[in-house]
């Protein structure tokens, strides 16, 4: 049973091209994250959603945009897609302060 | 603001040798503290963690030492072995929206 689950796992696309990647975690948790990691395995928070508002927003460009239908859910839109957002994505989730639960990734190619 | 300042790799280590990653913290408050551990082409999971301040963390004969007097969390282990390798993350979770990642250290254990 996948605690935290993400789709697509590979995300293959041409740039300028509109994609999203979604997550789903079933341990109940209040807060969900997004994090991006680079090719030096730097990760980096995006965003984080506690019980379906928006907590942190770091400086990423406007084109990416996260969306919480409920609080299980947390789902990345990127638009106009660019070379530079070629990386690894990860969803995780937690309870404040607590270990957090990572899913298994999507990496996403931009061609 | 709250930060990690974790130990660069990579690190090449024979099989059997001795493993210490540092991890130092900054923070206003008494965070508490993670190590994550990331295999190759997996997401992140969790090693060990220590919630206050001369707290052990323990696991797969990991060892970390919540140290409020130098601001440490230093990794340990006594014998690595090649199924070790890894990214290591320490991680400090002020229990509130505050969590910073350090930059990983990347450890390739050799026979």
């Known amino acids: 049973d996948t605690a935290v689950s993400q789709t697509p796992k590979y995300l293959v696309t041409q740039m300028g091209n509109d994609k999203s990647i979604k997550c789903e975690q079933n341990?109940?948790?209040?807060?969900m994250y997004w994090y991006k990691q680079d090719s030096k395995k730097f990760l980096k928070i995006m965003f984080s959603?506690?019980?379906?508002?928006?907590?942190i927003n770091e400086t990423v460009p406007n084109r990416f945009s996260p969306k919480s239908p409920d609080k299980a859910h947390l789902n990345l839109h990127i638009n106009s897609l660019e070379l530079g957002d070629s990386a690894v994505y990860f969803c995780a989730s937690s309870q404040v302060g607590a270990e957090q639960f990572f899913g298994p990734g999507t990496r996403l190619t931009v061609l | 603001g709250d930060s990690v300042t974790q130990m660069e790799g990579p690190v090449t280590l024979s099989e059997e040798a001795f493993l210490t990653i540092n991890c130092t913290y900054t923070?206003?408050?008494?965070?508490?503290l993670f190590w994550y551990v990331q295999y190759p082409g997996e997401g992140l999971q969790l090693l060990l963690k220590?919630?206050?301040?001369?707290d052990k963390g323990s696991n797969k004969g990991f060892e970390a030492t919540y140290r409020k007097e130098t601001t440490s969390f230093h990794l340990e282990k006594g014998s690595v072995q090649v199924s070790d390798s890894a990214v290591y993350f320490c991680y400090s979770g002020a229990g509130s929206y505050q969590l910073t990642f350090g930059k990983g250290t990347k450890l390739s254990v050799i026979p």
């Open positions: 959603y506690n019980n379906k508002e928006l907590i």
């Open positions: 341990l109940g948790h209040d807060t």
């Open positions: 923070a206003t408050g008494y965070p508490s």
């Open positions: 220590a919630t206050k301040a001369d």
